[in-house]
């Protein structure tokens, strides 16, 4: 009975008292605890996150400094290991002309070179003892550095060892030369980099409010760096004062994290003040207070809310559905409400937006079809007077007795029917090759015949199905970028297509310039500055997948080779 009452009298209320009652009891009380209970998880998630990050940013810091480092030693291993170098340094000089000649054709070119490719090399120096003379700052006297701590320790191994001389802002690696007999002539290479670029990770990837050391093997400190902001400026701390704290272990005031370089070996120490972690605390206490004040807000505002905010969002999606019946479907509906009312304004909105495409369908597609017919009677029309003007200068070409003319311009009507195919995408891959030759053997006339060609086919793919132009394009990079740059060398080109696991492969190779990864990257990307190549990648995956393509293999000096693949049908 008593229960009955309850429900009675609360029946009885009026839906906003209800409302409020319920926001009260099951939305304001529960939030503020759930609130209390967050402050003190997210302390403890905050000061664990922050150890996380910073591990995590100075773990990336010194992966980036570590790679930068084995770059360096692969350069340092490549000069030592020359052969040519070793040659220019191994031998005996009868006059300083003989010697210049040596250094400015081979040492300069080798060395240059390789800071031209790494402007971060300040200097590469080959300290020598064979009587050569100093020249610029390739080649120098051991007699310059002979006192000197690092080439005195550089003698006792051929490995390359990093000194750094902080105060100068200097860094560099030295190491002995080695020999084919295995004895030491006091010869040292030295490599020396741009100090401020190989710490650059640490002032870019490290967020603020941290302090930095790096020290070598003998705990030296030959890189300290921070960044605090102003109101953070006195939690800097010196070497010295970082050494106190880190004896103080747990009851430091300042978290520590240390990583070694795998490259060099050394020690790379971060600290940051324990208290910065617990400064981020502050706007969620505020946020509590605010939360709680909106929560009273809110309450209010529930007082007042009454079946007219319902029936209110209904009589205006009716009065939508009522412009939409006379014939206004340019209506916008929508609504970000997650309730049922907010589901039936999504749901009317995309039904108006679908119906929107439906007519935009239909009607761009009348407009495709009336200019694929265009296009269609302009490959009837077109190439039937191409074709008969070729073949009158064919010959006339043939009475005045020009052979070269004949060839060109029988070449040309091949290359002009199976380009345009009567308006058709497809053709068979024996029409393709026709183009493809047809295309070289105009090139090469308009060359003067300066480089050779050829086309290697299986028999099986030539009645597969191609799509038209995709090794015209490729064929003309090759001459364009690779052939015509090149000097000295006569050119060539091979085109050959096989069959391989159900799929019909071509590859077109040229012995041209060539080019780096990089570019061979970019060349099938939106950066390429060129579109055939590109254009026939996309077309191919376009149609048959993404698994499909174009694939560039190419190095520098020695030539390119593109393949493409796609199912055979």
């Known amino acids: 009975m008593r229960m009955k009452r309850i429900r009675q009298?609360?029946?009885?209320?009026?839906?906003?008292?209800?409302?409020?009652?319920?926001?009260?009891?099951?939305?304001?009380?529960?939030?503020?605890?759930?609130?209390?209970?967050?402050?003190?998880?997210?302390?403890?998630?905050?000061?664990?996150?922050?150890?996380?990050?910073?591990?995590?940013?100075?773990?990336?810091?010194?992966?980036?400094?570590?790679?930068k480092l084995e770059v360096y030693d692969n350069l340092s291993d490549y000069i030592a290991f020359d052969q040519d170098l070793a040659?220019?340094?191994?031998?005996?000089?009868?006059?300083?002309?003989?010697?210049?000649?040596?250094?400015?054709?081979?040492?300069?070119p080798v060395l240059q070179s390789l800071k031209y490719f790494h402007d971060k090399i300040k200097t590469i120096t080959i300290y020598t003892d064979n009587g050569m003379v100093k020249h610029d700052t390739t080649v120098s006297t051991v007699s310059e550095v002979a006192d000197q701590e690092w080439y005195q320790r550089a003698q006792e191994t051929t490995r390359a060892e990093w000194y750094v001389e902080e105060e100068e802002r200097r860094i560099f690696s030295a190491r002995r030369m080695p020999t084919d007999s295995g004895e030491s002539r006091g010869d040292v290479l030295r490599i020396e980099v741009d100090y401020e670029d190989l710490f650059a990770p640490y002032e870019q990837t490290l967020t603020t409010e941290y302090g930095i050391f790096i020290t070598d093997g003998d705990g030296n400190v030959i890189y300290r760096g921070e960044r605090f902001s102003e109101e953070n400026n006195g939690y800097r701390l010196s070497y010295q004062d970082f050494i106190r704290e880190q004896e103080k272990g747990k009851a430091s005031a300042y978290s520590m994290i240390s990583e070694t370089s795998s490259a060099a070996g050394w020690e790379i120490w971060l600290y940051q003040p324990k208290g910065i972690a617990g400064e981020a605390m502050r706007p969620v206490s505020v946020m509590i207070v605010l939360t709680a004040?909106?929560?009273?807000?809110?309450?209010?505002?529930?007082?007042?809310?009454?079946?007219?905010?319902?029936?209110?969002?209904i009589e205006k999606l009716t009065e939508r559905m009522r412009e939409v019946e006379q014939g206004n479907l340019e209506v916008t509906v929508e609504s970000e409400a997650k309730d049922e009312i907010g589901l039936l304004y999504r749901g009317f909105g995309k039904m108006l937006r679908r119906i929107r495409t439906l007519i935009d369908e239909v009607y761009v597609g009348k407009i495709t079809q009336k200019e694929a017919e265009m296009r269609a009677l302009q490959a009837q029309i077109n190439p039937h007077f191409l074709y008969n003007t070729l073949s009158l200068i064919n010959w006339k070409a043939i009475e005045a007795g020009e052979d070269d003319i004949s060839r060109m311009t029988l070449a040309m009507s091949t290359f002009y029917r199976t380009a345009?195919?009567?308006?058709?995408?497809?053709?068979?891959?024996?029409?393709?090759?026709?183009?493809?030759?047809?295309?070289?053997?105009?090139?090469?006339?308009?060359?003067?015949?300066?480089?050779?060609?050829?086309?290697?086919?299986?028999?099986?793919?030539?009645?597969?199905?191609?799509?038209?132009?995709?090794?015209?394009?490729?064929?003309?990079?090759?001459?364009?970028?690779?052939?015509?740059p090149k000097t000295g060398e006569?050119?060539?080109?091979?085109?050959?297509?096989?069959?391989?696991?159900?799929?019909?492969?071509?590859?077109?190779?040229?012995?041209?310039l060539g080019m780096d990864a990089d570019t061979a990257q970019k060349i099938l990307s939106m950066e390429s500055r060129g579109y055939g190549v590109r254009n026939v990648n996309e077309r191919i995956r376009l149609c048959y997948g993404e698994e499909y393509g174009i694939t560039v293999e190419s190095e520098v000096g020695k030539g390119t080779i593109m393949r493409l693949h796609f199912p055979a049908r």
């Not at 003989?98 to 040492?107: A, K, L, P, R, W």
């Not at 909106?294 to 007219?308: D, E, G, K, P, R």
């Not at 085109?495 to 077109?508: P, T």
Request: hydrophobic share 40%; with cysteine; glycine share 4%.
């Open 420 to 484: 345009l195919n009567r308006g058709r995408n497809t053709l068979r891959v024996e029409d393709e090759l026709k183009n493809t030759r047809a295309y070289l053997e105009i090139q090469s006339m308009m060359h003067d015949h300066d480089f050779d060609y050829e086309i290697i086919t299986e028999p099986e793919i030539l009645s597969c199905e191609s799509l038209n132009l995709i090794l015209q394009p490729l064929a003309e990079n090759a001459i364009t970028h690779g052939i015509e």
């Open 293 to 313: 004040l909106l929560c009273v807000v809110v309450a209010v505002i529930a007082y007042f809310v009454t079946s007219s905010l319902v029936s209110g969002r």
């Open 87 to 108: 040659d220019v340094f191994s031998r005996t000089y009868e006059n300083a002309y003989e010697q210049y000649e040596q250094v400015t054709e081979v040492v300069d």
């Open 490 to 512: 006569r050119g060539r080109i091979v085109v050959r297509g096989w069959m391989e696991e159900g799929c019909v492969w071509f590859s077109v190779e040229d012995n041209g």
């Open 9 to 67: 009298r609360l029946n009885s209320v009026k839906l906003r008292y209800k409302l409020a009652l319920f926001y009260v009891g099951f939305c304001f009380l529960p939030v503020m605890i759930l609130f209390l209970f967050s402050f003190v998880q997210m302390r403890r998630i905050i000061n664990e996150r922050e150890t996380l990050n910073l591990q995590s940013y100075l773990y990336q810091s010194v992966a980036t400094m570590d790679g």
